[in-house]
C-alpha cells in the first residue's frame, strides 16, 4: 500500500523545468533551417560576415545549372534568360549561391557575365566555418 | 460541519491540476525545435567585380600569380605552397609592395569550395587585389 501511494506521487516538476530549459535553448540559440529545393551544398568560409538580404539571388548547382531566385525553382535558365531577368531588375548587387562542388569554369563565368553588366558586387553565401 | 467539508473539497481540487497536456505540448515544441534549428552560422564573402577591371594581368612584375591545378595543388608564382602557407607568404610580398596585385588561375574543374578558400587566404593576407581567371592548360 505505501509502495503504491509512493509510485502515484513521483515529482514532475523537474522534469519540466529540464524540457522547458532545453525548450527556451534551442528556440534563441539555433535558426530555423528553411528546405531548399536546389539542395545546395554551400562553400564554408574561415572568415564572418554578417549575411545580407540581397536583391536578387542566383543559384548555381554543381552540374552548372542556373536558377534566379526561387519564383524560378522548377525551370533551368539559360543564359538569355537570366541576362533579360537581370537587365529587367538592374540590380547594383547580386548573391550568389553556389555550390561547393561546382567546377569553377561556372562561377568564373558567372562572374564574367556579371561585370558584363555592370554589376558592382557579388556577395557568396557561404557557412561559417572556425579555423 | 457542512462548511468545513466544502472548503477541505475545494482545497484538493486545487491541488490536483491535471499538467500532463502542458508536458506534451511542451515535448511536442522541444521535438520541432530540436529537429529544425540549425547552428551552423551563415556568412558572406563579397567580390567586387568593378576593382577586378582595374588589375591588369599582363605578368607585369607587380603581380603575384597564384595557380590551382586540377589536382588542387597550389602554385605562387611558380613555387608548390601549402594552403596553410599561403597567408604568410602573400603577407610578406604585401609588407615588400602594397601595391601587388595578385592573380587567381584555377583549373577549370577544381571546386569552388577551394578557389573561395584561396580568395580568402589571400584576404586574410591584407589584400584585396585580386583576379580571377581560369587556367588554360
Known amino acids: 500500500m505505501a509502495l503504491k501511494k509512493k509510485i502515484k506521487q513521483i515529482n514532475l516538476i523537474p522534469l519540466i523545468n529540464i524540457i522547458f530549459l532545453m525548450l527556451i535553448f534551442f528556440m534563441l540559440a539555433g535558426t530555423i533551417t528553411t528546405i531548399d529545393p536546389h539542395k545546395i551544398n554551400i562553400p564554408e568560409s574561415i572568415i564572418k560576415n554578417d549575411p545580407l538580404t540581397p536583391f536578387l539571388t542566383i543559384i548555381v548547382k554543381k552540374n552548372g545549372e542556373v536558377f534566379i531566385d526561387s519564383k524560378n525553382r522548377k525551370k533551368e535558365l539559360q543564359k538569355k534568360d537570366y541576362l533579360e531577368i537581370l537587365r529587367a531588375r538592374k540590380?547594383?548587387?547580386?548573391?550568389?549561391?553556389?555550390?561547393?562542388?561546382?567546377?569553377?569554369?561556372?562561377?568564373?563565368?558567372?562572374?564574367?557575365?556579371?561585370?558584363?553588366?555592370?554589376?558592382?558586387?557579388?556577395?557568396i553565401e557561404t557557412n561559417y566555418l572556425k579555423e | 460541519m457542512k462548511t468545513h467539508n466544502f472548503y477541505q473539497r475545494e482545497e484538493k481540487e486545487l491541488i490536483s491540476i491535471n499538467i500532463t497536456p502542458l508536458i506534451d505540448i511542451v515535448f511536442l515544441l522541444l521535438v520541432f525545435f530540436m529537429l529544425a534549428t540549425s547552428f551552423i552560422q551563415k556568412s558572406t564573402i563579397e567580390i567586387n567585380l568593378s576593382s577586378g577591371k582595374t588589375v591588369k594581368i599582363n605578368n607585369a612584375k607587380n603581380t603575384a600569380i597564384v595557380i590551382l591545378n586540377k589536382k588542387g595543388l597550389i602554385y605562387l608564382n611558380n613555387k608548390l605552397i601549402k594552403v596553410t602557407n599561403i597567408r604568410n607568404e602573400i603577407k610578406n610580398i604585401i609588407e615588400k609592395n602594397p601595391k601587388y596585385k595578385i592573380l587567381i588561375k584555377s583549373h577549370k574543374k577544381v571546386p569552388v569550395q577551394k578557389v573561395i578558400r584561396l580568395i580568402e587566404e589571400v584576404r586574410l593576407a591584407g589584400t584585396d587585389n585580386i583576379k580571377l581567371e581560369n587556367l588554360e592548360k
Open chain 1, 91 to 123: 540590380p547594383s548587387e547580386i548573391s550568389l549561391k553556389i555550390d561547393s562542388e561546382t567546377p569553377s569554369e561556372y562561377f568564373l563565368k558567372i562572374l564574367k557575365i556579371l561585370e558584363n553588366e555592370k554589376i558592382k558586387k557579388v556577395v
